[in-house]
């Protein structure tokens, strides 16, 4: 079982900047491909980023890209999420999720194995 804790969520006004942190209780962290998620209320949850195990392949949602950088260090059992240029669209509630040897499908939700509680991201204009 894969215990996912994420922090560093909050409230920033547009243009601002958040790091979010993703600290994992797993075993082999290496072995996981790590992912971000958001749902805003009343939306889908949908995709940010991820980042694979084996050679740290990293893709990001198109509305993300260029803004959103996603990183890992292995040796704290965590990955990271920075964010920048925020926007009140990218207001949601924003959650970690893990997959062990993922290589497949890591854009969509069900991919995932574990999942974290989620951090409150919210961006005023």
């Known amino acids: 079982q894969v215990q996912l804790v994420e922090s560093g969520g909050g409230s920033v006004q547009a243009g601002g900047s958040l790091r979010l942190s993703c600290a994992a209780s797993?075993?082999?962290?290496?072995?996981?491909?790590m992912g971000w998620f958001r749902q805003a209320p009343g939306k889908e949850r949908e995709f940010v980023a991820h980042?694979?195990?084996?050679?740290?392949?990293?893709y990001y949602a198109d509305s993300m890209k260029g803004r959103f950088t996603i990183s890992r260090d292995n040796a704290k059992n965590t990955v990271y999420l920075r964010m920048n240029s925020l926007r009140p669209e990218d207001t949601a509630v924003y959650y970690c999720?893990?997959?062990?040897?993922?290589?497949?499908?890591?854009?969509?939700?069900?991919?995932?194995?574990?999942w974290g509680q989620g951090t409150q991201v919210t961006v005023s204009s």
């Open positions: 999720a893990a997959k062990q040897w993922g290589v497949l499908d890591l854009i969509k939700s069900d991919a995932y194995a574990y």
């Open positions: 797993a075993r082999f962290f290496s072995s996981y491909t």
């Open positions: 980042i694979t195990w084996n050679n740290g392949y990293t």
